[in-house]
């Protein structure tokens, strides 16, 4: 466990940036795309988590323990959300029969 | 040697990502975003972050997908319910995403931080680093953030609980 940790010295920081910046857009692209509320609500789950992995990154890359202690509040508040959310989509389901969230659209007037 | 490890973590947690949101039946989009934190709990383990990487295991993959694969099961979705944008509609959003990745990268370039990750020390991410900093300077967060979690709990079982009088 050591040996494999002091040998993670060669992965530039950039290459963390970019592949949290990849993960992020395909959450976006998610919910840009997709019509299932539930769906959508995963590619949420995952833009949190690419936010996760770039906090713990530069975490480590400042030594500051600060960081993984942000993720671990950003934890605590996507466990919040996704009760709140779920218990919105099941109570939209009971009510309209589907969870398309197109039929939400009565809700802008 | 673990560098290459690590480049294959992010190619399949990018190839997972890509499932998720591509996969036509929401339980495969579940299935596959356990596995694309399975690649991020790997990845909180070569960042040495172990408390984070224990807490992503239980809380995500533990507690949220299991509430993300009931309520999938409750509400009986499959293929033949799942709505479906038009085409339009999907090459747009797909051009507008790839819109925004061109952005951050391209923003990214114009800094020059390439300096490669050395983990200065090596207990940074343990239970006991975190738990002085968690109880110390980040200790009204730290309340403050089980208050959130018993409004959200009486926010669930209020939203969810069937209405007496209109049943």
Redesign the interface.
């Known amino acids: 466990m050591e040996n494999l940790t002091t040998q993670m010295a060669g992965v530039p920081l950039n290459h963390y940036i970019y592949l949290s910046a990849i993960i992020f857009t395909i959450g976006v692209i998610g919910v840009l795309t997709r019509r299932n509320a539930i769906v959508i609500f995963m590619s949420v789950e995952l833009m949190l988590n690419a936010v996760n992995l770039l906090l713990t990154a530069f975490s480590v890359h400042s030594n500051d323990p600060s960081g993984q202690v942000f993720v671990f509040f950003i934890m605590a508040l996507a466990a919040a959300e996704v009760a709140v959310g779920l218990a919105i989509i099941v109570m939209v389901y009971r009510n309209t029969k589907s969870i398309d969230i197109n039929v939400l659209n009565r809700l802008k007037w | ?3 290459q490890v ?2 294959f973590v ?1 190619t399949l ?2 190839i997972f ?2 499932m ?2 591509f996969a036509k039946n ?1 339980i495969h ?2 299935l596959y ?1 356990i596995l ?2 399975f690649t ?1 709990t790997v ?2 383990v ?4 172990q ?2 990487a224990v ?2 295991f239980i ?2 993959m533990g ?2 997908m299991v ?2 694969l009931f ?2 099961m ?2 009986n ?1 499959n293929n033949e ?5 038009s085409p339009l ?2 090459i ?3 051009i ?3 819109c ?2 061109v952005t ?2 391209g923003s ?1 370039k114009a800094t020059t ?10 207990g ?2 343990l239970v006991e ?2 738990g002085k ?2 109880f110390g ?2 200790l009204l ?1 730290f309340e403050l ?1 089980s208050l ?2 018993l ?3 009486v ?3 209020l ?2 609980k ?1 209405d007496e009088v209109e049943a």
Request: glycine letters at 6%.
């Open positions: 040697m673990s560098t690590f480049y992010a947690s990018i990502s890509l998720v949101i929401p989009s579940v975003l694309t934190f991020f990845h909180y070569l960042l040495n972050a408390f984070l807490v992503n809380v995500y507690a949220i509430l993300f309520v999938l409750l509400l979705l319910t799942e709505p479906s944008k509609i999907k747009v959003g797909v507008a995403g790839g925004l990745m951050l990268i990214l931080i390439s300096s490669p990750l050395i983990l200065k020390n090596p940074l991410g680093n975190l900093e968690l300077p980040f967060p953030s959130l979690l409004a959200a709990m926010g669930a079982v939203l969810s069937r």
